[in-house]
Each structure stands twice: as structure tokens, then as C-alpha cells.
């Protein structure tokens, strides 16, 4: 009795080169839809590199603005008090008249004094008796020494000196969109405004201010003047007597301190002296802010990228049923069926990470180019990029390539 040999069936192989050319032949058969299905991916991972880099380079710009502004202004409040002071009457403010000599001898002070809204609306016009054309402007007093903190953009004129402050002139500094309101679009003429019918002439008009911003809806008389015609700050916190300083970088916090003893030595709890905050406390809050906020947006996009891809895998598998089948039947074993699909949907995913890290690239570089900023990218949230879109991919490719690698063969075929 003969005994044959029984040669074991060789198996089945896809190589490494077969496997991604097949998967590279299911994404190009159909480049529409396969585009439509990157589009969430490239749209979440370019809104991922877009948000990472624009929120470091925005939080430099912020670092650096904090640090010329917020980081050298010190803001104090007075608390006057109102023992013997008579009924409705205003109690005088804790400032000292020498308010803006004695903050300017304090070792790293710029500038400082004293300013606060003018009680009683007065009615701001053009010309006697004229209707009010002023509503919705404010009229703020402050000595030279708050002006000079404020440091107003001057368009024309010149601002206020201890001249005017010591002889209580009427005199006023008006904002561009008062000026506007009133009329007055040059100085060579001495024009003048009226507050409730008393004239004061316009020595300047100012663009812009560095700090109480309020002040650019509004004009500035002197502080002197102010109290000669109008009498004592209002009390309340947000109408009363404020100074403003401006310091030198990195001297706040030191002139802080400094300022209720300068002020008042015998009352130094009379004032409460508000130093600016840390600066970099204040960035990292608004980072984190901005970062959450947009990091959502962009784990939505790329969740509905996902769900596309699965989504346009499964279908893919439902159209390819014949073509499963067939390869089933000419030794294809289920997990070189699973492995097609989930390359291509890997494929997929890789692609639109690519796309969409170039697209957050390029965003982020043309807002800095367009605001004239620093373009700062981190290889920490760039490189990994398109890592993302690849592991998007996978993910999102299982589910399809099971069932792709489940199709009973026969039943395929008989489908046919």
C-alpha cells in the first residue's frame, strides 16, 4: 500500500505593496467622495494646528500689550467720609491739591493724578443757549498729571500743564468724537464749547488714549476748574475721586504700596490702590479660555470626520459585496479583507491630516502676516498633526473592515 505524500495547501499572502496599492485603487475610484469623506478631517485638523498657533501667538501679542499697559498702571479709589459733611452735599475728596507732585516723586512713577466724572450731566453745546448736542458724551475733570497718565494721542492742540491747573482756566480737551458732535475741526480760531452756557476754550483735541479708554467718548477739563464750578466728586465708588499712575515696567507692584503713605501719610487707609495683576496669570486665563473654546470646535469637526469616513467605508463595503466575495473565493483570508478596508480608511484619514495641517499652517501665518504679529507654531501640536488624522482614520475604519472581513463568501457571490 502506496502512501502518498500530502503536501500542505500554501497560504494565502497580501504584502505590504499589494495591500496599500489595492487601498490606494479603493480611494481614487471613486475621488469624489472620497473627497467629500476627508473634508471633516481636513477641517478638524486644520482647525486644531489653527487654534494652537493662533492662541501662542496671540498670547504673545497679549504678554506684550499687558506689559506696556495693564503692568504699569496702578489705579487708587478714594473713601471719603462723610462725617459733618452736610446733607446732599458732596465730601471733599482724601486727594491732596499737590496730588500730581506728590506721585511724581515716587521712585518709578511716569505720571499721576487725580480724575472723576463732573457730577451733574452738565449740558454740553455748540454755541449759548444751542440744543444739548452733547448727550451720551461724558465730561471728566482731571489735574495734568492724570492727563499726562492717560497719555491721550493729541490730533491738534496741545494737552494741559500746571498752568491751567493752578488759575482754574476754562479750558477743555476734546475727544475726536466730540469734537465731531460740536463742530470743532480745527484750533487756529480758538473755538469753544459751552457747559450749561459757560464757554470753554478748546486747547486740543485727542485720537486716542493709552489708558481709561472711557475718556474717548468725552472731554477733559481741569481738575480746579472743575471743583471751582461743579464742587466735590460725587461719593459713590464708580463717580468719586480715582487717581491714575503710570509706571515705569516692573515698578507697580513697589509703587503700590507706596502711594496711600505719599498721599496720606496721617490717612494712608483712606485710599484703596488697586496695582494691576499678574501678567502672566492673566495670560495663561485667557489661553486656557481661547484653547478650550476652539479645542471643542475642532474635536466636533473631527468627530463628524470620523463618523463620514465610517460612514463612506460601509458603503463602500455594501457596494464591494460581489468583489468580496470574489476574492474570498480565490483564497483571500477575512483578514486581508479587513486590512484593505482599514487601510483605506487610514488612507483617508492620513490624507486629510495632511491637508488640514498645511491649511492651519497657512491660516496661522496669514493672520499673523495680516495683523503684522509674530507667527509663533509649536512643533508640539504641528508635528502630531497628521498622527491625528491617521488615528481618526483607523478608528473610524474598524467597525466597516469587521464586517467587510465577516461577508460570507457564497452568499456574496449568489448576490451577484
Known amino acids: 500500500m502506496s502512501r502518498r ?5 500554501p497560504s494565502s499572502r497580501l504584502g505590504l505593496r499589494d495591500l496599500l496599492s489595492e487601498a490606494l485603487s479603493g480611494v481614487l475610484q471613486r475621488p469624489g467622495r472620497s473627497v467629500l469623506t476627508m473634508l ?27 506689559s506696556l499697559t ?21 465730601p471733599p475728596s482724601n486727594f491732596p491739591e499737590d496730588t500730581d507732585r506728590r506721585l511724581a516723586a515716587i521712585d518709578g512713577v511716569r505720571a499721576g493724578g487725580v480724575w472723576w466724572p463732573v457730577p451733574g450731566a452738565p449740558v454740553i453745546t ?26 491721550p494721542t493729541l490730533a491738534a492742540g496741545v494737552t494741559m500743564d500746571a498752568f491751567v491747573q493752578r488759575t482754574a482756566q476754562p479750558v477743555v480737551l476734546l475727544s475726536e468724537a466730540a469734537a465731531g458732535r460740536l463742530g470743532v475741526s480745527r484750533l487756529d480760531a480758538q473755538p469753544a464749547v459751552f457747559l450749561d452756557n459757560v464757554p470753554y476754550t478748546v486747547i486740543g483735541i485727542y485720537s486716542d488714549v493709552r489708558r481709561r479708554p472711557g475718556a474717548l ?15 466735590n466728586p460725587a461719593p459713590q465708588p464708580d463717580r468719586g475721586a480715582q487717581g491714575l499712575v503710570a509706571t515705569r515696567v516692573g515698578a507697580a507692584s513697589v509703587v503700590a504700596a ?57 458603503v463602500a463595503v455594501l457596494e464591494r459585496t460581489e468583489e468580496i466575495g470574489l476574492r474570498r473565493s480565490l483564497g483571500a483570508r477575512t483578514g486581508h479583507i479587513a486590512a484593505q478596508f482599514l487601510t483605506e480608511s487610514t488612507a483617508l484619514g492620513t490624507l486629510g491630516g495632511l491637508i488640514g495641517t498645511s491649511l492651519g499652517v497657512v491660516t496661522v501665518v496669514a493672520v499673523a502676516a495680516a495683523r503684522d504679529w509674530t507667527a509663533v507654531l509649536q512643533p508640539a501640536a504641528t508635528l502630531p498633526a497628521p498622527l ?21 463568501p457564497l452568499k456574496a457571490l449568489r448576490s451577484a
Not at 129 to 139: A, D, F, H, I, W
Open 258 to 314: 507706596q502711594i496711600p503713605l505719599a498721599l496720606r501719610p496721617d490717612a494712608p487707609d483712606a485710599f484703596t490702590v488697586v496695582p494691576p495683576p499678574d501678567p502672566h496669570s492673566l495670560q495663561d486665563g485667557v489661553t486656557s479660555d481661547l484653547t478650550g473654546l476652539f479645542l471643542a470646535l475642532a474635536g466636533i469637526c473631527l468627530l463628524v470626520g470620523a463618523v463620514g469616513i465610517a460612514n463612506t467605508t460601509l
Open 126 to 151: 455748540a454755541r449759548p443757549n444751542g440744543p444739548n448736542e452733547g448727550t451720551g458724551l461724558s465730561v471728566l475733570a482731571a489735574t495734568p498729571g492724570a492727563v499726562a497718565a492717560m497719555e
Open 5 to 9: 505524500s500530502v503536501l500542505p495547501e
Open 388 to 408: 491625528i488624522g491617521t488615528v481618526v482614520g483607523l478608528l473610524a475604519g474598524l467597525y466597516p473592515a469587521l464586517r467587510a472581513a465577516r461577508t460570507d
Open 217 to 231: 467718548l468725552g472731554l477733559v477739563i481741569p481738575a480746579s476748574t472743575a471743583l471751582e464750578r461743579y464742587g
Open 70 to 90: 495693564r503692568a504699569t498702571t496702578v489705579d487708587v479709589t478714594d473713601r471719603p467720609r462723610t462725617d459733618g459733611v452736610a446733607p446732599g452735599a458732596n
Open 40 to 66: 471633516g478631517t481636513v477641517l478638524g485638523i486644520g482647525a486644531f494646528v489653527a487654534v494652537l498657533g493662533l492662541t501662542a501667538t496671540a498670547s504673545g501679542q497679549i504678554g506684550e500689550q499687558f
